[in-house]
């Protein structure tokens, strides 16, 4: 693999309050493939995802994708990417279609109705579009936030940031999620995803062991 089809995370320094979550921490993460990061609670997953999303400042240290620094550009990097975490980004007073419809115009996409239903139905939301997010279990929101994913593709999104996208996920759905996975990769996108339960995968993946690699 070229060297460069990498993310670069050069001397990182992460503070989250008062703790420095990761300090001087260096490592490379493979483009086109899925890494998963692991490692117990409070090892920094999360903060690493919400970092690299440029979320959280960085104390110290850069990130380069393809030798580029992606915060030079912070609103072209944005645009390359999807992050979603445990909250899900959901407006409780609209519905499920309505959620998606808005997040794609904020996104600047000229998506269709026939792409929406498409996304939805990725994740066997389908039937349940006209439901307002307040009525739904948190089984649905989480569905109905992964279907963003779907459109993502169809709009040439390069990386998903994804943090315990599984949790409250039943088995049909992660079948899906992971049909989805599959999709992203052919397409050449890049998965970093944070997650305890690696047995659930059925694709190939890189580890990012956070308590091996940060002693």
């Known amino acids: 693999m070229n060297e460069f089809s990498m993310l670069h995370l050069q001397d990182l320094t992460i503070q989250r309050g008062s703790k420095i979550v990761f ?31 440029g979320l959280i400042p960085l104390e110290n240290g850069i990130i380069k994708n393809n030798n580029n620094e992606i915060f030079k550009d912070q609103i072209k990097w944005g645009q390359n990417l999807i992050f979603i975490d445990t909250k899900n980004g959901l407006s409780k007073d609209l519905t ?16 269709s109705d026939s792409d929406f239903q498409k996304a939805l139905n990725s ?36 990386f998903w940031l994804l943090d315990e996208p599984t949790n409250e996920l ?8 992971n049909k989805l996975i ?16 690696l047995k659930l995968f059925d694709f190939n993946y890189e580890l990012l062991n956070l308590d091996l690699l940060k002693k």
């Open 23 to 53: 300090y001087n921490w260096s490592t490379k993460i493979k483009n086109s493939k899925v890494t998963i990061i692991n490692g117990k609670n409070g090892v920094g997953k999360s903060t690493l995802l919400r970092a690299i999303a």
């Open 96 to 111: 499920v279609y309505e959620n998606l419809k808005i997040w794609s115009e904020m996104r600047g996409w000229n998506a």
């Open 123 to 158: 994740v066997d939301m389908i039937h349940y579009k006209k439901i307002h997010i307040s009525k739904c279990s948190e089984g649905l929101k989480k569905r109905a936030a992964l279907s963003r994913l779907y459109l993502s593709i169809l709009f040439d999104v390069k």
């Open 170 to 177: 039943d088995k049909k759905s992660i079948i899906l999620f």
């Open 182 to 197: 599959k999709k992203f990769l052919e397409n050449k996108g890049t998965v970093l995803l944070a997650c305890h339960e």
